[in-house]
Structures are given as structure tokens and as C-alpha cells.
């Protein structure tokens, strides 16, 4: 079992907004970070920190956190985007890390 | 640029050993940790360590101490994963993935670069 729970799946109608949400004990104290996995590719860094973006990460993804659950959010959200998200934080311990079992985007 | 390049498929028995690498380039080599994720066929990412470049010393997730080992050589900026004992439910995709933000000593925070991973599989 994960120490971060992500709904199995979702999805959204193309141009609309979608959340993505990650929920666990340790976001109480820890940063999310998300990865987009795409079939067949490696993972990707979407989000890291409070609500960063790496370069040449879109400006529609961003992130936000409240209490022991953290967000993913696309607005207006492309074909391109469909794919698996994978939050991650420290454990509770703080000594470890643990990513959520990921969830299926559809773009529909 | 960063890369990590890692090592090819591997196909191998039960029982055997396996030893997959990652050459680490675009960067100082000792800045940064360096992470090791599973993901088995079909199913997500799963933490197993990560290895401070600076100390060698390794940290394994539960789950993945004993058949698991965590090595570098900082001459060709390379780290290594290596099971031993391998089970069929060793079969999966293997990925590197190096650590941003925060103190290396500390493992960093995020995974900022990866690996393009390597498929293990275990059969007879």
C-alpha cells in the first residue's frame, strides 16, 4: 500500500481544467512533486516544490497543497496531455520517499 | 545537458544476478544524488533508494534491502544497481533518477532528470 493515495482515474473534455489530487499524512509537512509517464516513456518532472514548473513545462500545469492533500492542475488541457500522474513526497518518517499509485488521464 | 544513460535490456533466469547502470553527464556528478525507481509491467512507480554520491552510502525502501545493492564509481560518474537472487517478480522497467532541490545529503527533494530505464526480465 502507498502512503500517498491519487484516484485510479480521471478524466476531462479537451480545453477544460482537471485536478489531479494526491492525499497523504506526510503533505502536512512535505512538498508534492508530480510526474507525467506517457506509454513507453520515462517519467517526466511537471510540478516540484510549493508550485514550481521546470523549464519547458506548459504554463497550464500548476500545483497548489492544503493540509494533507496536493493538486495537479491543467487549465485547458490538451491531447497531449493525456497520460499517467504520479505524485511524490517524503514518507512520514522524512527519510524516505513514496509516490502515490498514479492516476489515468483521458482527454476526451 | 543532463543525461542519464542507462544499460540495456537484460534477460535472465531465476536465480541469477543482474547489474544495471547509469552514466551520468551535463552536471557535477557529486551534487546531486541519484535515485533508483521500479515500475512493474503495468503497474506504477516504486521508490526503491537512493544513493548519496558524495559517501557511497545507500538507503534502500522497504521492501528492497538484502537482494538489492546500490554502488558508483565516481571516476566515470556511473552508478549501479545490482540484484541478486532474481524472482520472476523482479521483472520490470528500472529507471535512474537524479535528485533536484534540497540538500544532497539529504537526497534531495525532487526527481528532476531520469534515466530512460532498462528492462529486466526474469524468466526460465
Known amino acids: 500500500s502507498s502512503d500517498l493515495t491519487q484516484d485510479p482515474a480521471v478524466s476531462v473534455a479537451l480545453g477544460q481544467s482537471v485536478r489531479i489530487t494526491c492525499q497523504g499524512d506526510s503533505l502536512r509537512y512535505y512538498y508534492a512533486s508530480w510526474y507525467q509517464q506517457k506509454p513507453g516513456q520515462a517519467p517526466l518532472l511537471v510540478i516540484y516544490g510549493k508550485t514550481n514548473r521546470p523549464s519547458g513545462i506548459p504554463d497550464r500545469f500548476s500545483g497548489s497543497s492544503s493540509g494533507n492533500t496536493a493538486s495537479l492542475t491543467i487549465t485547458g488541457a490538451q491531447a497531449e496531455d493525456e497520460a499517467d500522474y504520479y505524485c511524490n513526497s517524503r514518507d512520514s518518517s522524512g527519510n524516505h520517499w513514496v509516490f502515490g499509485g498514479g492516476t489515468k488521464l483521458t482527454v476526451l | 545537458q543532463v543525461q542519464l544513460v542507462q544499460s540495456g535490456s537484460e534477460l535472465k533466469k531465476p536465480g541469477a544476478s543482474v547489474k544495471v547502470s547509469c552514466k551520468a553527464s551535463g552536471y557535477t556528478f557529486k551534487s546531486y544524488a541519484m535515485n533508483w525507481v521500479r515500475q512493474a509491467p503495468g503497474q506504477g512507480l516504486e521508490w526503491m533508494g537512493w544513493i548519496n554520491t558524495n559517501t557511497g552510502n545507500p538507503t534502500y525502501a522497504q521492501g528492497f534491502t538484502g537482494r538489492f545493492v546500490f554502488s558508483l564509481d565516481t571516476s566515470v560518474s556511473t552508478v549501479y544497481l545490482q540484484i541478486s537472487s532474481l524472482k520472476a517478480e523482479d521483472t520490470a522497467v528500472y529507471y535512474c533518477?537524479?535528485?533536484?532541490?534540497?540538500?544532497?545529503?539529504?537526497?534531495?527533494?525532487?526527481?528532476?532528470?531520469w534515466g530512460q530505464g532498462t528492462l529486466v526480465i526474469v524468466s526460465s
Open positions: 533518477a537524479r535528485g533536484g532541490g534540497g540538500s544532497a545529503a539529504a537526497g534531495n527533494e525532487y526527481f528532476q532528470h
